[in-house]
């Protein structure tokens, strides 16, 4: 098992990412009922809050639905352990005995792995652990792409941050399981691993310290540019990267906002753009800033699909994408208040308010 780990384990790391994660993770899945002799695989990641990815082997299979499968991954989410199925969990007609639902881990929550058989025999402790190796190898690599794409229209220092807490959440998380599971095969297996198998076990070790040690060196700070500044670089990296039209209309006093403050008001215009060109599917975005009687309000409006604001906020709850509670915590550190404004098919309305009185005047210090 050991020797066929590996060899599908090099066939997926040699073929090329690409934008669409789909191939990857299919091929991924196929190297998986080879090794696994599935009759049935089935992966779902939580990738976006309202549109979790699906991927077949075989393709054309229609068991389980997807409405089943949601079960599942709620159930995985709570109790985070296999759940085991057997003919009594399967109709008929899918032709399918026995399976096993596995949990896997992207950087959007916890997804599914099903492995299905059509004979009476279960699949191994091996076996499951192979299937988790493969299907995370492939999740890693999905990860990296969505975290270059995402990259792409972040000024350059937020990139640090962001990379940081990505880097962190998610592929260091990844390599880590890996890891483990890697440790479970080796220890469950008969034979002695061979030397091909400890030396990815020794690049994964080091692949983890160089990423703790990428972690710390990017927690910078800003440079000193002005939040006008870097709202209009992060505006100008969405039209390179996605095509969007965009306006910016700033109006702040001199000296209005402390440097830390600019800094916190920044991440969250930014992590709204950012949820703009991930989510919205719009062509224009607006940014505008003013003094309205007691407050220094921003707005960021995009004219795109819009969404059922309470649904995203109890979808962000479980950790499914939007950075929605990040934004209103920061908002509220800041003595301010985070307002959404947003409908299906009607664009959406982001208002930061935060209080002069709260804000430390800098000018003249």
């Known amino acids: 098992m050991l020797h066929e780990l590996f060899a599908a384990l090099q066939r997926v790391a040699r073929l090329e990412s690409g934008d669409d994660p789909t191939a990857l993770l299919t091929a991924a899945l196929r190297e998986g009922a080879t090794l696994a002799d599935a009759d049935l695989l089935l992966l779902r990641l ?41 003919s009594r969990d399967c109709p008929p007609e899918s032709g399918f005995r026995y399976g096993i639902v596995l949990p896997v881990f992207s950087a959007g929550g916890v997804g599914v792995l099903v492995a299905m058989r059509t004979r009476r025999a279960g699949l191994t402790a091996d076996e499951c652990a192979a299937l988790i190796v493969l299907a995370n190898h492939a999740i890693t690599r999905v990860e990296a792409v969505r975290l270059q794409q995402h990259t792409e229209a972040m000024t350059a220092t937020d990139v640090h941050e962001q990379v940081a807490r990505e880097i962190h959440d998610g592929p260091l998380q990844l390599l880590s399981g890996i890891m483990l599971h890697l440790r479970l095969v080796r220890a469950a297996a008969d034979v002695r691993p061979d030397d091909a198998l400890l030396r990815i076990e020794t690049e994964m070790e080091q692949a983890i310290r160089q990423m703790r040690a990428l972690i710390r060196h990017l927690r910078v700070s800003h440079p000193d540019a002005s939040l006008q500044e870097r709202v209009r670089e992060a505006l100008a990296r969405l039209e390179q990267a996605h095509g969007l039209t965009w306006a910016l209309e700033w109006n702040e006093p001199e000296g209005i906002l402390q440097d830390a403050v600019a800094d916190e008001l920044f ?3 930014n992590e709204a753009l950012a949820n703009v060109y991930r989510h919205s599917s719009a062509k224009r975005v607006e940014v505008s800033s003013r003094v309205a009687g007691e407050s220094f309000e921003v707005t960021v409006r995009d004219d795109g699909v819009g969404f059922n604001v309470a649904q995203a906020l109890r979808l962000d709850a479980r950790r499914l994408s939007f950075g929605l509670i990040s934004m209103q915590e920061r908002v509220s550190t800041l003595g301010g208040v985070l307002t959404l404004r947003s409908q299906p098919g009607r664009g959406t309305r982001v208002l930061i308010s935060l209080p002069l009185g709260r804000l430390e005047v800098t000018k003249g210090a």
């Open 46 to 86: 939580p990738i976006e809050a309202s549109d979790p990815l699906d991927v077949r082997v075989p393709r054309d299979a229609t068991w389980p639905p997807s409405r089943l499968v949601h079960r599942w991954q709620t159930g995985l989410a709570h109790r985070k352990r296999p759940i085991a199925l057997s």
């Open 267 to 269: 991440q969250v215009i």
